[in-house]
């Protein structure tokens, strides 16, 4: 096991375009932590650059203390797991996941009781003569992780290796391999673009967006204390609600001139965000507003309605069965404790006594209206 530390880390393609802008990342000894953002965003580049399948423009980055920028993958003592499984398919699946220990001339004996053990853990020791085109799509991802396990290294890094499988197996796939952190209590650094992926398995998230680190935390963290307006959308399914609004005497403007309370003190005829999750809007409260109902979604466990206020769509999930059709009025409540501010130039979460988590914002306005 060994802990990560990414410090001001950059990378440059030919001159001039930088693609990761002076990354830090701490990760601890034994850690999970996932990898998250869209498309584009740098991840995968990140971890080729840990893996020392990318160079490092500018930075460092050290493995269990030791700084390895100049060091080959092979010296590193990490291991990776790919998306596409990458398996030799003339060989048999004792023989691909013994295969990194035989090119290192380790003893047949040591090779057999290391595949073993590894097959026992990821339960496939009872396919160890079958071949990759006789196995499952989850079989060969245990394959390769199993390939990597092997090894024994100090620090296992995953490259988003659930994309390529079903709905239903990337769900079984996700409890095994978090069960298999906390068996082995190795160090991972996981990559994906799927937020639920991020919130259901990892111990921290990095949250990236253009080359740059937008946060860092545990999934409830991030969930529930976005930092600013790019982690609060990107982070939940469906996404949060983003209404802008006005800042009144002791209240919000939004949309239609409805008013929400205001719970703490803002500058009068700021110009803010209001966001609200989809789960925290409630069909029954003490300030109600009527919306159209554009779509329903019904999932069996709940509910997703997608409703116009105005001219904006507006997500609500709720636990209860909803016995309308599309272009009926349905009353909502958006004012909820659980509510998030944010500065509407910056994008960035206010900070009051009631949101203690970033800079407070300014008026920007003199004259107050409605939006």
Avoid: W
Avoid at 8 to 21: I, P, S
Avoid at 152 to 168: G, T
Avoid at 289 to 310: A, C, K, M, N
């Amino acid at each position: 096991m060994a802990s990560v530390e990414i410090s001001a880390v950059k990378k440059v393609y030919g001159n001039t375009t930088e693609v990761m802008h002076g990354v830090d990342v701490p990760i601890n000894d034994g850690e999970f932590v996932i990898l998250v953002g869209p498309s584009g965003c740098g991840k995968s580049t990140l971890l080729r650059m840990i893996a020392g399948l990318e160079t490092i423009s500018d930075g460092e980055i050290k493995i269990a203390g030791n700084r390895v920028n100049e060091l080959e993958p092979k010296d590193r003592d990490i291991a990776m797991v790919f998306q596409n499984y990458a398996l030799y398919p003339q060989m048999t699946v004792a023989q691909n996941m013994g295969f990194a220990l035989k090119l290192a001339k380790r003893p047949s004996e040591e090779i057999a009781t290391e595949v073993q053990k590894a097959a026992e853990i990821l339960s496939l020791d009872h396919l160890l003569d079958r071949k990759p085109a006789e196995l499952s799509g989850g079989q060969r991802q245990r394959v390769a992780m199993g390939r990597a396990i092997v090894r024994n290294p100090k620090v296992f890094l995953f490259d988003e290796p659930l994309s390529n499988l079903d709905a239903k197996l990337r769900v079984k796939m996700r409890s095994e391999i978090k069960a298999l952190h906390q068996r082995l209590k190795t160090t991972i650094v996981y990559v994906t673009h799927d937020q639920i992926e991020a919130m259901t398995m990892a111990d921290k998230i990095v949250v990236l967006n253009s080359g740059r680190v937008e946060q860092i935390g545990t999934p409830l963290e991030l969930y529930d204390h976005p930092s600013n307006l790019f982690v609060a959308t990107f982070m939940g399914s469906p996404a949060m609600n983003i209404l802008p609004g006005v800042v009144n005497k002791n209240s919000i403007c939004i949309a239609n001139k409805i008013e929400i309370p205001l719970k703490v003190s803002l500058p009068i005829g700021s110009e803010i965000l209001y966001g609200i999750r989809p789960e925290d809007i409630s069909l029954n409260g003490n300030n109600i507003t009527p919306t159209r109902i554009q779509v329903l979604e019904p999932t069996g466990s709940e509910t997703h309605v997608i409703t116009q206020l105005g001219n904006q769509d507006i997500t609500v999930v709720s636990k209860q069965r909803i016995h309308a059709k599309i272009g009926d009025m349905l009353n909502i409540c958006l004012d909820s404790p659980r509510a998030h501010l944010f500065d509407r130039e910056s994008g960035k979460r206010i900070i009051t006594e009631s949101y203690p988590y970033l800079n407070s914002i300014t008026a920007r306005t003199e004259n107050v209206e409605c939006l």
